[in-house]
């Protein structure tokens, strides 16, 4: 039997039926089944070849990975390929993987040692993965898969979160380990309890002085509220909570800074509450009467921790040269503390004081007004005596003296209210002044009704 002339001629019958099978399996029965033989012959072969070729590289691939050469990539991938041709493997090559599995695991690890945090969290979370996949390829083989599902799990919960713990210990917090702490930050939130993670970072926050200078306070303020989300909140929230805290430090250029860019209510908060007497000494040396702030000193002064500064003396000079000025002497004995200190009697003779200019100035308005009154009668009599000097008629003469009385009465007038104003005013006194404002109310009364007589009767 010629098989090639067979095959010939069933392949001419297939052709010439247009691919009917049925037709062909009718005229050629055996035709078909050699046909299908060939054809299972050829996918078994195949199947076998492909087979043998998939073992060889698994043994290839278990030969290369002991290649000290190799780099963390190397390892990774195959890694990914040992998962791939596991199922496939001779019972030698599950033999030689389940020997060196623990080697191969160490290896790569190692090639991690050198690298920077932001890198180890994407390598570890990168060979965490791939052991899953090993975990899951080698299922067959439960004792293997579950080894290589825990050597997942402890990448990511031993070795990966000891990594940022030792980091975090020896944190600097600058600009520099910005994107290292972005790196941990974004880690973080990608897991189910970000804190297992963020805990470790705020530990170490947790001891840095954020008052200590003007370079982590700018640095605190600069930070991406987006990017470091928790650790923004936790730092920003310190920052600030070092100005409600009485006994916290803060250095003297974050002040000056505050001071100087329009944050001096923050400043004057912090020195006002500030109850380290040590630290409250070395600011009142600094800044107490330097900065020719009159609101900035009372601010120290309305502090009571007990230093050493004489603040009596201060403000003794100030309420002695500013003795006529009524708007400051009230801002200082109405300032919080400024009673204790120049004592309670000084305090009360200085709101006498404010009291008294401020009615002598009323007394000097209502003066004027009545000083005013008596220059208008002069003008009316010069202008009456010019009139006289001609022929002064009856009518003319009447208006004239009308005009006199109408004089006399508001300058009678203007003297009875000043007379009120002052018995008004001498009723708030005390008795040690109360004659004195008598005398000068009835001086001051015939001053002004002399006045306006005088130059009328002499016009």
Sequence with gaps: MDIGTDIESFFALVQSSNFNFAEVYAQSPMGVYMFFGVLLAVIVVVFLMKRALTRASAMRTLSNIDNPENSFSDYDLYMQKIAKVFSAATPEFH??????????YKAQLKLLETLEIDDKIVKYQQMSDTYMLLSEATSADEDLSLYFSNLSTEIITEKLHSEIGDYAKELEFNEESLSSIESIVRYANSL????????????????????SGLDIF??????????????????????????????????????????ENG??????????SLTLA?????????????????????IFIANKTEINSDYKTYLEVLLSDNWRNDTYLEILVGSENVSNVIGHLQNRQVIERVDRIRKEVVEKQILD????????????????????????????????????????SQAKENAQQLENELKKNEDEKQDDIKSEDDSVTVEVKKEVEQIAYTDAKEK
């Design 95 to 104: 033999e030689i993987l389940n020997s060196n599995k623990r080697s191969y």
């Design 278 to 298: 040590t630290y409250l000494q070395e600011l009142n040396y600094k800044y107490f009467n330097q900065r020719d702030s009159l609101e900035f000193d009372l």
């Design 218 to 259: 700018m640095f605190v303020r600069s930070l991406n509220s987006e990017t470091l989300l928790q650790v923004y909140d936790f730092c920003t929230k310190r920052q600030n909570e070092l100005f409600e805290n009485s006994r916290a430090i803060i250095s003297s250029e974050i002040l000056d800074y505050l001071l």
């Design 369 to 408: 007004e009545a000083l005013h009154t008596a220059r208008q009668a002069e003008i009316i009599a010069l202008e009456a005596k010019n009139i006289a000097d001609g022929n002064l008629s009856k009518a003319q003469a009447e208006a004239l003296e009308k005009a006199k009385s109408i004089t006399m």
């Design 192 to 211: 189910e309890d970000p804190e297992v993670v963020l805990s470790k970072l705020k530990s170490r926050l947790q001891n840095i002085d954020f008052g």
């Design 263 to 272: 944050e001096k209510e923050k400043v004057y908060n912090y020195i006002k």
